[in-house]
């Protein structure tokens, strides 16, 4: 059974800083790999989508990494900004017979300080 | 363009309770999915759907029951609520099979059940 880890559970940064956040995952064989948002009473939204082909993807200030052999994946957001501040999930995606079923990880809750 | 709309909001029941949550998309996806989100849990799939008049159980699907009559609609029915089913009810649609296919999500509807 697939088991998507994400450490740590909260991270607080000052604003401007680098930062990265962890997902690993235990079952290498996945079809994509996707990074969500999710603002506290909302639902999630997609950041980036990586293949099981593709090593990372990148938008704007975000970049998400994929090393299957490993079974993990990070999200780098650079000049961290208080808007950023959210949970992120991760979630591993895999094709069964056609139908698609993600699993996702139980997430990290980031506050960035002004 | 509303994309993913779920009804009600917010709901308090009492054991033994029935009620529907109603999920809506104007994206014409042909997939779509209910998932519930527990503190310290992951999203967990309960039902999903791949074409209108289809339904398919998921990771969790005791207890509820969902109907896809029209392609925009996805029901998640509960016949008898119970305490454990006090969660927060994520719906979700896809387009396609296409490998950066994405699933959209809706607000979510927060379940309590006394």
């Known amino acids: 059974k697939q088991e998507v880890t994400q450490i740590p559970a909260a991270l607080s940064v000052p604003e401007g800083e680098n930062l990265v956040l962890n997902c690993s995952f235990t079952?290498?064989?996945?079809?994509?790999l996707q990074w969500f948002r999710q603002d506290p009473g909302k639902g999630l939204t997609s950041l980036l989508l990586i293949q099981s082909s593709q090593r990372e993807q990148t938008s704007g200030r975000l970049n998400a990494s994929l090393d299957k052999s490993s079974g993990r994946s990070t999200l780098y957001i650079a000049a961290s900004q208080p808007g950023d501040s959210a949970t992120y999930l991760c979630?591993?995606?895999?094709?069964?017979?056609?139908?698609?079923?993600?699993?996702f990880g139980t997430g990290t809750r980031l506050t960035i300080i002004p | 363009n509303a994309g993913v709309t779920q009804t009600p909001k917010f709901r308090v029941l009492k054991t033994g309770q029935s009620m529907t949550l109603l999920c809506a998309q104007d994206m014409n996806h042909e997939y779509m999915y209910w998932y519930r989100q527990d503190p310290g849990m992951g999203l967990r799939l309960i039902h999903y759907s791949v074409g209108e008049g289809t339904t398919a159980k998921g990771e969790v699907p005791d207890g509820y029951n969902v109907s896809r009559l029209k392609k925009q609609n996805f029901l998640l029915g509960l016949e008898s609520a119970a305490p454990s089913q006090t969660s927060v009810y994520f719906c979700?649609?896809?387009?396609?099979?296409?490998?950066?296919?994405?699933?959209?999500f809706g607000p979510g509807t927060r379940l309590l059940v006394l």
């Open positions: 979630a591993v995606i895999k094709v069964d017979f056609g139908n698609e079923k993600l699993t």
């Open positions: 079952d290498s064989a996945i079809y994509n």
């Open positions: 979700a649609s896809r387009g396609g099979r296409g490998p950066q296919e994405t699933q959209y």
